[in-house]
């Protein structure tokens, strides 16, 4: 499972960091992701981690935001900055985990926490 901290209310301008830890039966964690619903709003991606490294965003938050990952601790991180209202929303991490060498990927989802920013 996946479990996903460090929401809350923040001003405009200011700075979050997220984080999501799995946890269970993993043999490895392949792309881990964040995702995130605006209120009324359908559910969009704000950006990935491969198992490499390499990262992508979605162009609003690159530049702002960044992600990183901790393989030993099984844990990704979004680190927020200069935030804006639109980042209002909460935030769902995503994480493709094999539980078995010979195993398939799986999606797993974390239960979300909520970002709130005023301005």
């Known amino acids: 499972q996946l479990q996903a901290s460090g929401g809350g209310l923040v001003q405009a301008g200011g700075s979050l960091r997220l984080s999501c830890a799995a946890s269970?039966?993993?043999?490895?964690?392949?792309?881990m992701g964040w995702y995130r619903q605006p209120p009324g709003k359908q559910r969009e991606r704000v950006g990935s981690?491969?198992?490499?490294?390499?990262?992508n965003y979605v162009d609003s938050v690159r530049g702002r935001f960044t992600i990183s990952r901790d393989d030993a601790k099984k844990t990704v991180y979004l680190q927020m900055n200069s935030l804006k209202a639109e980042d209002t929303a909460v935030y769902y991490c995503?994480?493709?985990?094999?539980?078995?060498?010979?195993?398939?990927?799986?999606?797993?989802w974390g239960h979300g926490t909520l970002v709130t920013v005023s301005s």
């Open positions: 995503n994480a493709a985990v094999l539980t078995g060498p010979w195993m398939p990927s799986s999606n797993y």
């Open positions: 269970g039966s993993i043999f490895r964690i392949n792309t």
């Open positions: 981690i491969a198992s490499g490294g390499g990262t």
